[in-house]
């Protein structure tokens, strides 16, 4: 054998294969322990690059594939005198993930936890947060960690519904019949909902499924008297409720939500949980950035720290400005980036310091967090901007506190939220409400300080708001606060 291996375009696309069917990343760590390599050199390999031959077995061994089918073929026939057949690429059931790649990181506390709950009597998991917080990725994650042991290493039974998608119906039993049509068991010929209920219901009882519902928060409805947290369609409720109410359950299933479930039935809590779902911390910010590629000076981290804190470790606002520095034209100069954009972060940073001066409300900041570049507004402001239109036109109190209340730089007694909602004449009952479908929304954050319970807004929420209650105050003809 060769001192150094590498591998083919044909035998790449098999270990990708074998590798997504095991569910790893292209240089996940399970994989580098398995093959007693280092990241480096998975992706040395993966650029199709020599690596040391008995490196480049362990590598294809650890996704259980024959080193001999990926090998390049003059390597291989430089070393063994007989000629070697194209790799045949099985057909086999691999995890296609959506948000859950080779820019991952942290959060290994939280997904063993999980993971671990998950094994034990959580039968439905509830992911909630703010848009683009990582709750897809982090279901995706734990399908990852799921994989080999609950799914018995078979991706056929991960069952995927994204409720973004407006081509498709939303309805229960238009949902479940895709289901049934992905298990190549049509069932054009149920046509009683109790019947199809029941089926469906058996199915994830009796065969060990991981289901993930991704953007829960669109089939959720109400009213502004009562709340907004109930299905559209009431089977849903009826399908979750089947799931707990059982005896036992071979399945699992993984919500994620802007917007919290409220007809999850609370006398089977003992088999349901939610998971708030926050920013990175500091160390995963500066992982994020480097996983992109990024190699930075000590000046340059301190730049990068400073977009991370203002941006509190929002995974997919740090992943676009990661994109943006990596790629035309600032190719990887922090420096550049910052001297162009920085002043909207100085800008953040300038109001917090002034909130601990005293001056802790101002409806003229000028935050652009949101909106400061083409990427940004692409990614990241339009998704803001749906979960605001969405809040708007569904629960109209809570849009107008969520405006008022972004004035406030700093966490407040919740008194000083209310209060502004004096000046529309609403009852108590009514701002209480609005709070509450707030905090359903997780809209507003409450932290503990000083032994009391203060509520601010995340710094992209309060960019957003603030821009809408500045555009408020000019249609309506209200001064500005």
Not at 59 to 74: R, S, Y
Not at 105 to 126: A, N
Not at 337 to 352: C, F, H, M, P, Q
């Amino acid at each position: 054998m060769a001192a150094t291996l590498k591998a083919s375009l044909k035998g790449l696309e098999l270990i990708d294969r074998a590798r997504r069917h095991k569910g790893w990343l292209k240089s996940s760590d399970d994989w580098c322990q398995a093959a007693s390599t280092s990241r480096a050199t998975l992706k040395r390999f993966w650029r199709g690059l020599p690596v040391r031959a008995q490196t480049f077995v362990a590598v294809c061994e650890a996704v259980g594939t024959n080193w001999e089918e990926v090998v390049e073929m003059p390597e291989l026939n430089a070393t063994l005198d007989r000629p070697i057949e194209p790799p045949v690429v099985p057909d086999i059931a691999v995890a296609d993930f959506f948000a859950y790649d080779e820019a991952w990181v942290g959060r290994e506390g939280l997904v063993k936890d999980l993971t671990q709950q998950l094994h034990q009597s959580c039968r439905l998991l509830v992911l909630l947060g703010i848009t683009g917080i990582g709750k897809t990725a982090l279901a995706e994650r734990l399908a990852a960690a799921l994989h080999d042991d609950w799914m018995e290493r078979d991706w056929s039974r991960l069952v995927r519904e994204n409720l973004e998608n407006e081509r498709q119906a939303s309805d229960f039993a238009s949902v479940v019949s895709r289901w049934w049509q992905s298990w190549r068991q049509p069932i054009d010929d149920c046509k009683d909902p109790e019947e199809l209920l029941q089926r469906t219901v058996n199915r994830f009882l009796e065969r060990p499924y991981l289901l993930i519902v991704d953007s829960l928060e669109l089939i959720l409805t109400g009213n502004e008297e009562e709340g907004w947290s109930d299905f559209q369609d009431p089977w849903w409720a009826r399908f979750f409720e089947g799931i707990l109410a059982a005896e036992s359950c071979q399945s699992r299933i993984l919500l994620t939500s802007q917007d919290f479930p409220g007809q999850l039935p609370s006398r089977y809590a003992n088999f349901w949980q939610c998971q708030f779902v926050s920013g990175l911390n500091r160390e995963e910010q500066l992982a994020l950035f480097q996983n992109t590629g990024l190699k930075v000076s000590r000046q340059e981290q301190t730049y990068l720290e400073r977009i991370g804190t203002a941006y509190e470790g929002h995974p997919l606002a740090l992943r676009v400005i990661a994109g943006e520095i990596t790629n035309a034209p600032f190719l990887g100069n922090v420096v550049a980036y910052w001297k162009k954009y920085g002043r909207e972060i100085e800008e953040v940073e300038n109001a917090i310091a002034e909130a601990k001066t005293g001056a802790m409300a101002s409806a003229n900041d000028r935050w652009q967090l949101h909106q400061c570049t083409r990427d940004l507004r692409r990614k990241v402001r339009d998704r803001l901007e749906r979960t605001f239109a969405r809040l708007e036109r569904e629960a109209h109190h809570a849009y107008l506190l969520l405006c008022e209340a972004s004035v406030y730089r700093c966490p407040v007694p919740e008194g000083f939220w209310l209060s502004h909602l004096e000046d529309w004449d609403f009852d108590e009952f009514e701002r209480q409400l609005a709070l509450e479908t707030l905090r359903d929304r997780y809209l507003v954050e409450e932290i503990v300080d000083d032994d009391r319970i203060l509520l601010r807004q995340h710094n992209l929420v309060r960019s957003v708001a603030l821009k809408h209650l500045q555009q408020f105050d000019l249609d309506d003809g209200e001064p500005s606060r």
